[in-house]
C-alpha cells in the first residue's frame, strides 16, 4: 500500500541494484564460490547475537506491517473505486497491485530461518496522451514476495536469501490505488500521523463515506452515504443525525455524572449535585410517577379554572359589586399570567429583550403571536391531522373529568385525607400578591362565592344537563376544600359527545389565532416590521380583554414598562375580536389543553393523558407507534433543560479542558480576520460601508465554551442562581414546576434594566451556537466543541472544515438578510449605502430563488417546496463556508511548519477535499418524512442535503478542489452562483 507510511526515497542509481550480498574476491585470492556453495556455507555458519536481534526485530516490523494494512486494505480497495472525475476527457490514473506473499516462521530446532528481501520497483502508467505520471516505491521485508503489476507497469528487482524454514505460509491481497486530480498541499514527502486518535478518526471518514457517488453532483451522500446508511432513525424518533448523536453523547455524560456517588469537597458543588441527583431520580423513579396518575395535572388545570373564574389560593373574592366584563377580564388575566409563569404559552407570547430602535442594551416588553398547539399554520388545513388533533384534545378533557370525578368520589370517602398531589404552597404562590395586585376586595370572605350567577352551568351552550348533573353542583365550588377548586362553570365532559364538541370549538379557535399570526419569514426574516413600540395603554386598548397593567405588575411590581413592542400591530386587534367571538367555556378548555399539551409528557407513560399526546408526536414526527425511548435519556434531557446552567458545570470541567478554548476562539478570530479582507474586494458593496462592516465584525463579542452569568466557573453563583428551585424526590411533576418558576422569575428579572453582558441564552451541553444581533454577539457552547465538529488535536484542516463553519455561519449572520439591518451598536437601522444595499439585495433574491427550487417528499407522492424567503437568513449563513476556507489557508504555512496540518492514514484525498469533507460530514442525517414536512413549514434552516449541497454549489474552490468538470451539478457557471464574500 502507498498509504500512511512515510515516503520512500527515490530509485537508486543502476549500480546500486546490486544485491547486497553480492560475491566479492576473496582475500586470499581463491576462486570465487558458486552461490549453491555460498549457501551451505551461510547455512551451516552459526548465527551472531546482532544477527538473532535484527531477525527478531525485523519479524516484529512484519507482524505491525499486517496487522496495519489489514486495517485499511478494504477500506481503502472500497474508496479507491469509487470515480474521482479530472476533465472533460481525462480519466484518473490508477494501478492494481496484487501482492502474493509467503512468509516464513522459524522452528525450535538448532538452525534459525531468516530472510531478507530488498526489492525495488518503479511504476509507469500514462495519464493522457501528453502527460505521464511517474511513482517510485522501494520496499523492504521479511519475506518472499512475488508480485504482478496491471497497467503499464515495470518493475525491477532483485534478492538473495538465506534461510532454514519448517513451516510456510501464503497470502494475498489485492490494492488499486488512485492519483488524486488534484495537487496536494504541501511537499511531496511528509509524514503520516500513526497515532491511535489519527488512525480513528480516518476510520470514521472512510465509514461516513459512499464512493459509488460523484462528488461532484451528491457530495451531502458522497460525504455521508455511509453514515446515514449505518445509523438508522430509532424508533421513537423523528430525526438523527449527528447533531443528534452528539447531543445523546453529552447527555449520556451528564447521565454518568447523575448516576455516579462521586464526591466533590465543594459545599455548593455538593448541594448542586443534590439537587441535580434529586430531579433525575424522581423522573427515573417510575413508581412513584404511576402513582398519582393524571392528579398532578389536574390540580394544575384545576388552578387555572379556579382563577379564571375569579378565584385564587389566596384571597377569595366574591365581586358582588363588580360586573361580569371585568370579572372575565380579571379572571382572564390572572389564568394566562399563571401559565406564563410556568413558561406555558398561550393567547400571545412575551419576551424581554432590548429595545434595538432606541437603546439595545435597555431590556424592554415584547409581545407576540403564541406558538400554536400544531406546528404550522398549514396543518390546521389538512384535515386528517385536525382529526387526530380534535380526538387528542378529547382525549385530554376527557381522563382530566374522569381523574376529577375520582378525586372527588375518593375525598367524599370517610377513610380519605385531604393531601395535593402538587405541593399547597406551590399552588399558594400564584398569585404572589393578592389579585388584583393593587388589592381588591380583600373585606369579602371565601365561603360560597361561587354560587349563583357568576359560576352557574346555565349560562353555557351546553346546559347544565351536560356537565354531569350533580358532578358539577355547587358543593365543588363553595366550602373550603380543593377537591372541586376548579371555580364552578368549565370544560368536565364526561359525555364523549361534549368533549368532541368541545374540542372542536377549541381547534377552531387555534385555527382563527393561526391566521391572524404572522407569517414566520416575516417574523424571522424583517426585523423593521416586527419592531413596533407602542405606549402600553395602546395594546390595552387594541386587547380589551386582557388587563394588561395587573398582567405586568404581577411579574414585575417595581419596574413597571411604559413602553410595550408589538412584533405586529395587527394581532392584538384581531385576537381581541376572536376572544369577543369565543365562548367562555372554549376559552377556559383552549388554556386547560394548552396546560395538558405542554405538561402531561411528565406524567406516567401509564397515564391516558400521556398517551394522547404521544399519538399526536406519532403522527406529526412519524415516530413508530407505541415505541417507547430510553427513560434515562429523557430524565437526563429534563434535568439539562431545567437546571442546564448546574448540569453545564460539571459537564464542561469533564470535557472542556487544555487549550480547547483558545484553539476554539483563534478558529473565530482567523475567521474574523478573512471577512474583513474579503469586504475590499466585494463589487457590490462601496468602500464607505465595507470600512462600517469591518468596524461591526470587529464589534462582535466572541463566546466559548460557557457563561459567565451566572457564572459556571463558581458552585456559589450557581448555588444562588437556583436557590428558589425546590427539589422533592417524590414528585418530579412538581418540580418541573419549580424550575420552570425560577426560568420565568429571571426571564422578568431583566425588565428595565441594562443588558448583562455575560448571560447565555444556550446552555454550556447545548450542540448548537447562535448570533444575537442586539447584543452583537456570537455564542459558541462547549457542547458543540466536540467531535465530529471539533477537536484540539486534529490538523487544522479538519476543524477549520468542520468548527470553522460553524463559526463563519454565525459570524454571517451578522450581515444576513436580518442581521444586516442591526449596526454595530445592535441597534436597528440602515447603515449601509444604497448602492450596496442593492447589490446585496440582488444576491438575496438569487439565494431565494436557487433554495426556492429545492423540494422534499411530502409522504403522499408529491413534493413541498423549501420555502426561499423563510430560510434566506440562514442560507446565506451558510454561504460562510468560503470564509473558514480562507481562514485555513491563511494559516496554512505557520500550522504546518508547527506540526498541526499532520496528513491522516489511509486517505486518498487532499487536504481541500478533507476540509470540504468534514464540513460535510457534520450535516450528516437521517429524518422521517413527516418530520421533514414540519421542519420544512416551521424552520429556518434548510434541509441539511441543500446546506451542504447547496453551500458548494457557491463555492467555486470546492469544484477546484474536486476537480469537477464544468457544468456538472455542484460546478454550474459562475452567472447562476450566488457569490456574496
Known amino acids: 500500500m502507498a498509504f500512511g507510511r512515510r515516503a520512500r526515497r527515490a530509485r537508486p542509481p543502476p549500480q546500486d541494484t546490486e544485491p547486497l550480498l553480492h560475491d566479492v574476491e576473496h582475500p586470499d585470492d581463491e576462486p570465487e564460490q558458486r552461490p549453491r556453495s555460498k549457501l551451505v556455507a551461510l547455512v551451516q555458519e552459526p548465527l551472531t547475537l546482532l544477527t538473532k536481534v535484527l531477525l527478531v526485530a525485523a519479524l516484529v516490523f512484519l507482524l505491525l506491517s499486517a496487522i496495519f494494512i489489514g486495517l485499511f486494505a478494504g477500506a481503502q480497495h472500497k474508496l479507491n473505486a469509487?470515480?474521482?472525475?479530472?476533465?472533460?476527457?481525462?480519466?484518473?490514473?490508477?494501478?492494481?497491485?496484487?501482492?502474493?506473499?509467503?512468509?516464513?516462521?522459524?522452528?525450535?530446532?538448532?538452525?534459525?530461518?531468516?530472510?531478507?528481501?530488498?526489492?525495488?520497483?518503479?511504476?509507469?502508467?500514462?495519464?493522457?496522451?501528453?502527460?505521464?505520471?511517474?511513482?517510485?516505491?522501494?520496499?523492504?521485508?521479511?519475506?518472499?514476495?512475488t508480485q504482478t503489476e496491471t497497467e503499464t507497469a515495470t518493475q525491477t528487482a532483485t534478492q538473495t536469501t538465506t534461510r532454514v524454514a519448517t513451516s510456510t505460509s501464503t497470502s494475498v491481497f489485492t490494492t488499486t490505488v488512485e492519483i488524486p486530480a488534484p495537487v496536494p498541499t504541501g511537499p511531496p514527502q511528509e509524514v503520516t500521523c500513526l497515532s491511535p486518535e489519527c488512525i480513528m478518526l480516518s476510520s470514521s471518514i472512510l465509514a461516513s463515506l459512499d464512493t459509488s457517488q460523484d462528488p461532484c453532483e451528491n457530495f451531502y451522500d458522497f460525504a455521508n452515504g455511509g453514515w446515514l446508511k449505518a445509523h438508522p432513525i430509532p424508533s421513537d424518533k423523528g430525526v438523527?443525525?449527528?447533531?443528534?448523536?452528539?447531543?445523546?453523547?453529552?447527555?449520556?455524560?451528564?447521565?454518568?455524572?447523575?448516576?455516579?456517588?462521586?464526591?466533590?469537597?465543594?459545599?455548593?458543588?455538593?448541594?448542586?449535585?443534590?439537587?441535580?441527583?434529586?430531579?433525575?431520580?424522581?423522573?427515573?423513579?417510575?413508581?412513584?410517577?404511576?402513582?398519582?396518575g393524571t392528579e398532578p395535572l389536574l390540580a394544575v388545570t384545576n388552578h387555572i379554572r379556579r382563577l379564571l373564574h375569579g378565584k385564587s389560593t389566596l384571597v377569595e373574592h366574591v365581586h358582588a359589586h363588580k360586573d361580569k366584563d371585568e370579572v372575565d377580564r380579571q379572571g382572564l388575566t390572572a389564568a394566562v399570567a399563571y401559565l406564563h409563569s410556568r413558561g406555558i404559552g398561550g393567547l400571545f407570547s412575551v419576551d424581554i429583550e432590548g429595545d434595538v430602535g432606541a437603546d439595545p442594551n435597555f431590556m424592554t416588553f415584547w409581545f407576540s403571536q403564541p406558538e400554536l398547539g400544531l406546528p404550522s399554520k398549514e396543518y390546521y388545513e389538512e384535515e386528517s391531522i385536525v382529526e387526530l388533533y380534535e380526538t387528542v384534545l378529547e382525549r385530554l378533557l376527557l381522563t382530566l373529568a374522569e381523574e376529577e370525578k375520582r378525586q372527588q368520589e375518593v375525598m367524599t370517602s370517610p377513610a380519605s385525607s385531604n393531601v395535593l398531589v402538587v405541593a399547597e404552597d406551590r399552588l399558594q404562590d400564584w398569585p404572589p400578591r393578592p389579585w388584583p395586585p393593587w388589592g381588591g376586595d380583600d373585606d369579602d370572605d371565601g365561603g360560597d362565592d361561587d354560587g349563583g350567577d357568576d359560576d352557574g352551568g346555565d349560562d353555557d351552550d351546553?346546559?347544565?344537563?351536560?356537565?354531569?348533573?350533580?358532578?358539577?353542583?355547587?358543593?365543588?365550588?363553595?366550602?373550603?376544600?380543593?377537591?372541586?377548586?376548579?371555580?364552578?362553570k368549565g370544560p368536565k365532559p364526561t359525555d364523549p359527545k361534549k368533549a368532541r364538541k368541545l374540542a372542536k370549538k377549541v381547534v377552531k379557535l387555534e385555527k382563527e389565532i393561526a391566521k391572524a399570526s404572522l407569517d414566520l419569514d416575516i417574523l424571522y426574516q424583517d426585523p423593521i416590521a416586527t419592531y413596533n413600540p407602542v405606549d402600553v395603554w395602546v395594546l390595552t386598548d387594541a386587547l380589551p380583554q386582557i388587563d394588561f397593567s395587573a398582567y405586568l405588575a404581577t411579574f414585575t411590581p417595581r419596574n413597571f414598562p411604559t413602553t410595550v413592542i408589538l412584533t405586529s400591530t395587527s394581532y392584538p386587534k384581531s385576537l381581541s375580536k376572536i376572544l369577543r367571538e369565543t365562548d367562555d367555556e372554549t376559552i377556559e378548555a383552549y388554556l386547560v389543553t394548552r396546560a395538558a399539551l405542554a405538561l402531561s409528557q411528565l406524567l406516567s407513560i401509564e397515564t391516558e393523558a400521556w398517551l394522547a399526546v404521544r399519538s399526536l408526536d406519532e403522527q406529526l414526527k412519524g415516530l413508530k407507534k407505541g415505541a417507547i425511548g430510553d427513560r434515562a435519556e429523557f430524565c437526563t434531557t429534563q434535568v439539562e433543560n431545567a437546571l442546564g446552567f448546574a448540569a453545564g458545570r460539571f459537564f464542561a470541567n469533564e470535557t472542556f479542558t487544555?487549550?480547547?478554548?483558545?484553539?476554539?476562539?483563534?478558529?473565530?478570530?482567523?475567521?474574523?480576520?478573512?471577512?474583513?479582507?474579503?469586504?475590499?474586494?466585494?463589487?457590490?458593496?462601496?468602500?464607505?460601508?465595507?470600512?462600517?462592516?469591518?468596524q461591526k465584525a470587529d464589534a462582535i463579542r466572541v463566546k466559548v465554551g460557557f457563561p459567565l452569568s451566572p457564572d459556571t466557573r463558581d458552585p456559589r453563583a450557581l448555588a444562588i442562581y437556583y436557590n428558589r428551585v425546590t427539589i422533592r424526590e417524590d414528585t418530579f411533576f412538581d418540580n418541573i414546576l419549580s424550575a420552570s418558576e425560577?426560568?420565568?422569575?429571571?426571564?422578568?428579572?431583566?425588565?428595565?434594566?441594562?443588558?448583562?453582558?455575560?448571560?447565555w441564552e444556550?446552555?454550556?451541553?447545548?450542540?448548537?451556537?447562535?448570533?444575537?444581533?442586539?447584543?452583537n454577539e456570537i455564542v459558541f457552547p462547549a457542547g458543540i466543541m466536540q467531535p465530529p465538529f471539533f477537536s484540539r488535536t486534529w490538523p487544522g484542516y479538519m476543524y477549520y472544515g468542520s468548527f470553522g463553519q460553524v463559526a463563519a455561519h454565525e459570524l454571517t449572520h451578522a450581515f444576513d438578510s436580518a442581521g444586516r439591518l442591526y449596526?454595530?451598536?445592535?441597534?436597528?437601522?440602515?447603515?449601509?449605502?444604497?448602492?450596496?444595499?442593492?447589490?446585496?439585495?440582488?444576491?438575496?433574491?438569487?439565494?431565494?430563488?436557487q433554495y426556492s427550487s429545492y423540494t422534499i417528499d411530502d409522504g403522499k407522492g408529491g413534493k413541498i417546496r423549501v420555502n426561499g424567503n423563510l430560510t434566506s437568513g440562514e442560507n446565506i449563513g451558510d454561504t460562510g463556508i468560503i470564509q473558514a476556507y480562507r481562514a485555513w489557508k491563511a494559516q496554512y504555512d505557520v500550522?504546518?511548519?508547527?506540526?498541526?496540518?499532520?496528513?491522516?492514514?489511509?486517505?486518498?484525498?487532499?487536504?481541500?477535499?478533507?476540509?470540504?469533507?468534514?464540513?460535510?460530514?457534520?450535516?450528516?442525517?437521517?429524518?422521517?418524512?413527516?418530520?421533514?414536512?414540519?421542519?420544512?413549514?416551521?424552520?429556518?434552516?434548510?434541509?441539511?442535503?441543500?446546506?451542504?449541497?447547496?453551500?458548494?454549489?457557491?463555492?467555486?474552490?470546492?469544484?477546484?478542489a474536486f476537480n469537477c468538470p464544468a457544468n456538472t451539478r455542484l460546478n454550474p457557471p459562475p452567472e447562476k452562483r450566488c457569490l456574496f464574500w
Not at 494501478?95 to 534459525?112: F, G, K, L, R
Not at 483563534?666 to 462601496?686: G, N, Q, R
Not at 425560577?742 to 448571560?759: A, H, I, M, S, V
Open 895 to 960: 500550522g504546518y511548519e508547527q506540526g498541526t496540518e499532520y496528513l491522516l492514514p489511509g486517505l486518498n484525498f487532499t487536504r481541500e477535499q478533507l476540509f470540504f469533507i468534514s464540513f460535510a460530514r457534520v450535516w450528516a442525517r437521517n429524518i422521517k418524512t413527516e418530520s421533514a414536512v414540519a421542519r420544512v413549514r416551521t424552520d429556518p434552516h434548510s434541509p441539511n442535503q441543500y446546506r451542504v449541497d447547496g453551500t458548494v454549489f457557491n463555492v467555486p474552490e470546492f469544484a477546484k
Open 742 to 759: 425560577n426560568d420565568e422569575y429571571f426571564k422578568w428579572q431583566k425588565l428595565g434594566k441594562r443588558r448583562d453582558p455575560e448571560t
Open 823 to 849: 449596526n454595530q451598536d445592535g441597534k436597528l437601522e440602515e447603515w449601509w449605502s444604497d448602492v450596496t444595499s442593492k447589490g446585496f439585495k440582488v444576491r438575496q433574491d438569487c439565494i431565494v430563488e
Open 240 to 292: 438523527y443525525g449527528n447533531f443528534e448523536a452528539l447531543a445523546l453523547q453529552n447527555r449520556q455524560l451528564l447521565q454518568q455524572i447523575l448516576e455516579s456517588e462521586g464526591a466533590v469537597d465543594s459545599f455548593y458543588d455538593k448541594q448542586l449535585l443534590k439537587k441535580l441527583r434529586g430531579l433525575y431520580s424522581s423522573c427515573m423513579d417510575e413508581d412513584k410517577l404511576s402513582g398519582p
Open 762 to 775: 444556550m446552555f454550556p451541553s447545548t450542540v448548537n451556537a447562535y448570533f444575537n444581533p442586539p447584543a
Open 462 to 488: 351546553d346546559g347544565g344537563d351536560d356537565d354531569g348533573g350533580d358532578d358539577d353542583g355547587g358543593d365543588d365550588d363553595g366550602g373550603d376544600d380543593d377537591g372541586g377548586d376548579h371555580g364552578g
Open 82 to 145: 469509487g470515480r474521482n472525475k479530472g476533465g472533460d476527457d481525462q480519466e484518473t490514473p490508477s494501478v492494481t497491485i496484487t501482492h502474493t506473499v509467503v512468509e516464513t516462521a522459524t522452528s525450535s530446532v538448532t538452525h534459525t530461518a531468516t530472510q531478507t528481501d530488498i526489492q525495488s520497483q518503479t511504476e509507469t502508467f500514462s495519464k493522457t496522451a501528453t502527460q505521464t505520471t511517474i511513482r517510485t516505491e522501494t520496499q523492504t521485508a521479511i519475506r518472499t514476495a
Open 658 to 694: 487544555g487549550d480547547s478554548r483558545e484553539k476554539g476562539t483563534k478558529v473565530i478570530t482567523d475567521i474574523v480576520s478573512a471577512f474583513k479582507k474579503s469586504l475590499a474586494h466585494l463589487e457590490w458593496m462601496d468602500e464607505e460601508s465595507a470600512a462600517a462592516a469591518a
